[in-house]
């Protein structure tokens, strides 16, 4: 397969290193064009590569169509990967079906209404635009596979087994990303792109509930303790705007009556999300500043500390996964499936910090399962419309391990007292 990578940032670094890695013979990816609107970049990691045949840089505008078409023309791409800002995701899905590509992205676009966010919603909700062209894609043989990072991506993988494996019937599926991150010498650190970052923070959160439908709350709502395994232990978490929310209840069922999603924010960075949106820091929109036209948020993203080269002040680990609860043989059930990765060890394995080492891997080992015709379709679909066993046994010949937690609940009570039963029986007994 030949892909188009659109975007060497952090994530794409990481996606073009894992993958020349896992493929280092070229039997499922031929090529990976590195392109970026920020042609150094692209050389850039290029040169770490040290493949320029098999991995040549190119610079593209994803703002503009044509050019990302007549890119993907030239190599005879087969697959547009999109990790570029989500202001352009929509552009990116577009130059896909036009140059008959099929099509992974990591996030999507939304626009709240610009007014009254919560009590008005969204103009644009997330995943809609794509959606709404499965039709097309349909007819013209193409898959695009939307969310397809670690949140959302590994993390709907790990909801579809849940749903399969585990559960009866489903209450809820909610989505927890922590960690004990932390930065040396740095007030703040932006562990992901900064444009993404800005959207999913600041943007109404949705939470969908099977009897209300998808609802929105204010930024930071419903702030909880969650206890995360691996020796992070109890983490802050809030609710911000994310994929799996509106990914999740198109495909999996069970009875399921409510997905959410939390992510771990230190003060600093909610003081600092609110001082942007106070100042308009937080804008899209150009304005004219002494005859030049730029954005407020193009603006902090040019001064604010870059994501892919924070990695060596990193320390501690990120954990991702899905605390899910139901019923199992008429009992209450708790699990937490999740990855945990460590940065020093991510460091180790691909110089990259590890928020976009988690990310990259989960797109990597989708990639490698469309390229093998492995997760195939017609049309456009989340990680959760196909087989969850492929990807999990990636994840292990990736040395990308995940976890699984039983948490206190009925049922594993009943476990419990059934296995200490089976070994009293099995005891031997006294003459």
């Not at 209450?171 to 927890?176: G, R, Y």
């Not at 930065?183 to 939470?207: H, K, R």
């Not at 691996?230 to 495909?251: C, F, N, T």
């Not at 399962?369 to 679909?381: A, D, M």
Request: proline share 6%.
């Amino acid at each position: 397969m030949i892909v188009l990578l659109a975007g060497t940032g952090g994530v794409g670094e990481a996606i073009a290193k894992i993958v020349k890695e896992r493929d280092p013979e070229s039997r499922w990816l031929q090529k990976m064009v590195l392109a970026d609107y920020n042609l150094a970049r692209s050389k850039e990691v290029a040169e770490k590569l040290g493949d320029p045949e098999r991995f040549p840089a190119e610079q593209v505008d994803a703002e503009k169509k044509s050019e990302v078409v007549a890119l993907a023309k030239k190599y005879g791409a087969d697959l547009i990967l999109d990790a570029a800002p989500p202001f352009v995701t929509k552009n990116l899905f577009d130059a896909a079906f036009e140059s008959n590509c099929h099509y992974i992205n990591l996030g999507t676009w939304s626009e709240p209404h610009p007014e009254d966010p919560v009590g008005k919603g969204y103009i644009e909700m997330m995943a809609s635009y794509n959606f709404q062209a499965d039709a097309q894609w349909r007819e013209k043989g193409l898959m695009a596979v939307i969310g397809a990072g670690i949140d959302p991506g590994v993390v709907d993988v790990f909801a579809k087994f849940a749903e399969r494996y585990c559960f009866d019937e489903l209450e809820e599926i909610a989505v927890k990303d922590g960690g004990n991150l932390t930065a040396e010498g740095m007030d703040i650190a932006f562990g992901f792109s900064i444009w993404t970052m800005i959207d999913e923070i600041l943007n109404p959160p949705v939470t969908w509930e099977k009897d209300k439908g998808w609802y929105l709350q204010e930024p930071f709502a419903d702030p909880e303790v969650f206890y995360f395994p691996e020796g992070i232990g109890p983490v802050k978490l809030m609710k911000v705007e994310h994929e799996e929310v509106v990914l999740m209840p198109r495909y999996i069922n069970k009875g399921l009556k409510k997905v959410s999603f939390k992510i771990a924010l230190s003060d600093e960075i909610v003081n600092a999300m609110k001082v942007l949106r106070a100042l308009g820091l937080d804008r899209k929109e150009k304005i004219d500043f002494h005859g030049f036209k730029l954005s407020p948020r193009d603006v902090v993203e040019a001064v604010a500390p870059n994501p892919a080269y924070i990695g060596d002040k990193l320390t501690g680990k990120m954990c991702v996964g899905v605390h899910v609860t139901g019923k199992k043989d008429g009992l209450h059930r708790e699990v937490f499936i999740y990855q945990c990765l460590d940065n020093q060890q991510a460091m180790e394995r691909l110089g990259c910090q590890v928020v976009v080492a988690q990310t990259a891997y989960g797109t990597a080992i989708t990639l490698e399962l469309i390229s093998k015709g492995i997760w195939q379709g017609r049309g456009v679909f989340g990680p959760e419309a196909f087989a969850p066993e492929p990807f999990l046994e990636l994840m292990s010949e990736y040395d990308f391990p995940y976890g699984f937690v039983e948490m206190d609940s009925e049922y594993k009570r009943h476990q419990d007292q059934a296995a200490i039963k089976k070994l009293l029986a099995s005891a031997p007994k006294p003459e």
